[in-house]
Protein backbone atom coordinates (compact mmCIF):
# COMPACT_ATOMS: atom_id res chain seq x y z
CA UNK A 1 0.00 0.00 0.00
CA UNK A 2 1.28 3.26 -0.98
CA UNK A 3 1.49 5.93 1.58
CA UNK A 4 0.00 9.26 0.66
CA UNK A 5 2.34 12.09 -0.47
CA UNK A 6 3.94 14.13 2.34
CA UNK A 7 3.50 17.85 1.86
CA UNK A 8 6.78 19.95 1.61
CA UNK A 9 8.11 21.68 4.67
CA UNK A 10 7.02 25.38 4.70
CA UNK A 11 9.70 27.72 3.66
CA UNK A 12 10.90 29.64 6.51
CA UNK A 13 12.84 32.86 6.96
CA UNK A 14 14.67 33.96 10.19
CA UNK A 15 14.03 37.77 9.83
CA UNK A 16 18.02 39.26 9.06
CA UNK A 17 18.13 42.85 10.26
CA UNK A 18 17.86 44.47 6.53
CA UNK A 19 14.94 42.30 5.79
CA UNK A 20 13.21 43.61 9.67
CA UNK A 21 14.21 47.40 8.88
CA UNK A 22 12.32 46.70 5.43
CA UNK A 23 9.48 44.30 6.59
CA UNK A 24 8.59 47.45 9.23
CA UNK A 25 5.89 49.32 7.08
CA UNK A 26 2.29 48.93 7.21
CA UNK A 27 1.83 48.42 3.55
CA UNK A 28 4.50 45.95 3.31
CA UNK A 29 3.28 43.82 6.27
CA UNK A 30 -0.09 43.47 4.70
CA UNK A 31 1.31 42.76 1.18
CA UNK A 32 3.06 39.91 2.23
CA UNK A 33 -0.08 38.33 4.41
CA UNK A 34 -1.88 38.87 1.76
CA UNK A 35 0.03 36.90 -0.95
CA UNK A 36 0.84 34.04 2.04
CA UNK A 37 -3.03 33.03 2.33
CA UNK A 38 -4.06 34.60 -1.19
CA UNK A 39 -1.39 33.13 -3.23
CA UNK A 40 0.66 34.77 -6.15
CA UNK A 41 -0.98 38.04 -7.27
CA UNK A 42 -0.40 41.34 -9.32
CA UNK A 43 -0.22 44.76 -8.07
CA UNK A 44 -3.49 46.00 -9.32
CA UNK A 45 -5.47 43.25 -7.84
CA UNK A 46 -3.22 43.63 -4.54
CA UNK A 47 -4.32 47.00 -4.73
CA UNK A 48 -8.03 46.65 -5.09
CA UNK A 49 -7.56 43.79 -2.16
CA UNK A 50 -5.99 46.20 0.00
CA UNK A 51 -7.61 49.09 -0.77
CA UNK A 52 -4.71 51.41 -1.67
CA UNK A 53 -3.31 52.22 -5.23
CA UNK A 54 -1.29 50.28 -7.63
CA UNK A 55 1.62 52.72 -7.63
CA UNK A 56 2.07 52.36 -3.76
CA UNK A 57 1.83 48.17 -4.29
CA UNK A 58 4.46 47.86 -7.44
CA UNK A 59 6.67 50.63 -5.17
CA UNK A 60 6.70 48.31 -1.97
CA UNK A 61 6.46 45.02 -3.69
CA UNK A 62 9.87 46.02 -5.07
CA UNK A 63 11.34 47.09 -2.21
CA UNK A 64 10.06 43.88 -0.29
CA UNK A 65 11.52 41.97 -2.95
CA UNK A 66 15.32 43.70 -2.66
CA UNK A 67 15.38 42.21 0.47
CA UNK A 68 14.16 38.63 -0.89
CA UNK A 69 10.84 38.86 0.93
CA UNK A 70 8.95 38.12 -2.16
CA UNK A 71 9.63 36.79 -5.51
CA UNK A 72 7.98 37.35 -8.98
CA UNK A 73 6.44 34.46 -10.78
CA UNK A 74 7.40 34.35 -14.42
CA UNK A 75 5.01 31.15 -14.84
CA UNK A 76 2.13 33.66 -14.23
CA UNK A 77 2.69 36.44 -15.78
CA UNK A 78 2.07 37.61 -19.53
CA UNK A 79 3.32 40.61 -21.21
CA UNK A 80 3.58 43.68 -18.98
CA UNK A 81 1.68 41.95 -16.25
CA UNK A 82 3.59 40.51 -13.49
CA UNK A 83 2.95 38.57 -11.04
CA UNK A 84 4.03 38.73 -7.16
CA UNK A 85 4.18 35.54 -4.68
CA UNK A 86 6.02 35.26 -0.86
CA UNK A 87 8.60 33.82 -0.94
CA UNK A 88 8.24 32.34 2.31
CA UNK A 89 5.23 30.82 4.48
CA UNK A 90 6.63 31.77 7.80
CA UNK A 91 8.38 34.53 9.23
CA UNK A 92 10.62 34.10 12.66
CA UNK A 93 12.37 35.67 15.10
CA UNK A 94 13.39 36.32 18.28
CA UNK A 95 13.60 40.02 19.80
CA UNK A 96 17.67 39.72 21.24
CA UNK A 97 17.99 38.86 17.44
CA UNK A 98 18.42 42.66 17.11
CA UNK A 99 19.94 44.16 20.45
CA UNK A 100 23.11 44.74 18.69
CA UNK A 101 21.28 47.35 16.34
CA UNK A 102 18.98 49.91 17.55
CA UNK A 103 17.54 50.39 14.13
CA UNK A 104 16.32 46.61 13.84
CA UNK A 105 15.75 46.54 17.00
CA UNK A 106 12.90 49.37 16.78
CA UNK A 107 11.74 47.85 13.41
CA UNK A 108 10.77 44.55 15.46
CA UNK A 109 9.11 46.51 18.16
CA UNK A 110 7.14 48.10 15.96
CA UNK A 111 6.16 44.63 14.11
CA UNK A 112 5.26 43.23 17.08
CA UNK A 113 2.78 46.39 17.71
CA UNK A 114 1.64 46.08 14.91
CA UNK A 115 0.51 42.48 14.93
CA UNK A 116 -1.42 43.12 18.61
CA UNK A 117 -3.34 45.78 16.64
CA UNK A 118 -4.09 43.39 13.76
CA UNK A 119 -5.13 40.73 16.12
CA UNK A 120 -7.74 43.71 18.04
CA UNK A 121 -9.11 44.74 14.79
CA UNK A 122 -9.24 40.43 13.94
CA UNK A 123 -10.70 40.06 17.21
CA UNK A 124 -13.45 42.86 17.33
CA UNK A 125 -14.30 41.98 13.70
CA UNK A 126 -15.41 38.31 14.31
CA UNK A 127 -17.14 39.63 17.55
CA UNK A 128 -19.31 41.86 15.55
CA UNK A 129 -20.47 39.05 13.03
CA UNK A 130 -20.14 35.73 15.07
CA UNK A 131 -23.82 35.66 14.66
CA UNK A 132 -23.83 34.71 11.11
CA UNK A 133 -21.50 31.55 11.39
CA UNK A 134 -23.06 28.15 13.20
CA UNK A 135 -22.86 26.83 16.49
CA UNK A 136 -20.45 24.69 15.82
CA UNK A 137 -18.14 27.14 14.15
CA UNK A 138 -18.99 29.66 17.07
CA UNK A 139 -17.79 26.78 19.48
CA UNK A 140 -14.84 26.04 17.52
CA UNK A 141 -13.75 29.55 17.73
CA UNK A 142 -12.66 31.73 20.29
CA UNK A 143 -9.88 32.43 22.95
CA UNK A 144 -8.81 30.83 26.39
CA UNK A 145 -5.79 31.30 28.69
CA UNK A 146 -3.42 29.42 31.28
CA UNK A 147 -1.25 30.48 33.70
CA UNK A 148 1.70 28.81 34.94
CA UNK A 149 5.03 29.57 36.64
CA UNK A 150 7.70 28.26 34.66
CA UNK A 151 11.77 29.09 33.12
CA UNK A 152 11.77 30.66 29.84
CA UNK A 153 13.62 27.61 28.64
CA UNK A 154 9.97 25.69 29.18
CA UNK A 155 8.35 28.60 27.70
CA UNK A 156 10.48 28.09 24.81
CA UNK A 157 9.66 23.86 24.67
CA UNK A 158 6.35 24.80 24.70
CA UNK A 159 6.22 27.24 22.01
CA UNK A 160 7.93 24.65 19.87
CA UNK A 161 5.75 22.09 20.49
CA UNK A 162 2.12 23.94 19.75
CA UNK A 163 3.65 25.00 16.52
CA UNK A 164 4.38 21.60 15.48
CA UNK A 165 0.81 20.20 16.53
CA UNK A 166 -0.65 23.25 14.17
CA UNK A 167 1.72 21.94 11.72
CA UNK A 168 0.74 18.46 12.07
CA UNK A 169 -3.34 18.90 11.96
CA UNK A 170 -2.23 21.30 8.83
CA UNK A 171 -0.64 18.80 6.87
CA UNK A 172 -3.19 16.36 8.12
CA UNK A 173 -5.91 18.30 6.96
CA UNK A 174 -7.30 17.77 3.46
CA UNK A 175 -6.98 21.66 2.05
CA UNK A 176 -10.20 20.89 -0.25
CA UNK A 177 -12.56 19.44 2.73
CA UNK A 178 -16.25 21.65 2.03
CA UNK A 179 -16.36 21.41 5.71
CA UNK A 180 -13.21 23.15 6.06
CA UNK A 181 -12.44 27.30 6.60
CA UNK A 182 -9.62 29.30 6.47
CA UNK A 183 -8.58 29.97 10.09
CA UNK A 184 -6.12 32.38 11.73
CA UNK A 185 -4.75 31.06 15.04
CA UNK A 186 -3.09 33.00 17.34
CA UNK A 187 -0.05 32.21 20.25
CA UNK A 188 0.76 34.41 22.73
CA UNK A 189 2.47 34.47 26.15
CA UNK A 190 2.70 37.54 28.49
CA UNK A 191 4.46 37.87 31.89
CA UNK A 192 1.46 37.79 34.24
CA UNK A 193 2.08 40.75 35.96
CA UNK A 194 3.85 42.87 32.97
CA UNK A 195 3.88 45.93 35.79
CA UNK A 196 6.56 44.03 37.67
CA UNK A 197 10.27 43.28 37.02
CA UNK A 198 11.55 40.17 36.34
CA UNK A 199 12.68 37.88 38.97
CA UNK A 200 16.10 37.83 40.14
CA UNK A 201 18.17 35.30 38.27
CA UNK A 202 19.35 32.43 41.11
CA UNK A 203 22.94 31.52 41.40
Do not use: C
Amino acid sequence: MESEPTRPEPRRVRLDHQQVRVLAHPLRMRLVGALRVNGPSTATRLAELLDTNTGATSYHLRQLAEVGMVVEDPDLGTGRQRYWRAAHEVTQWEASDYDDDPDARAAIEWIEADYIRFFSHHAERWAARRHEWSPAWRDAFGMGDFFMRIPAARLEAIKAEVFALLERHRDETDPDDPDGELVQLYLAAFPLSPVLPPAEEKP
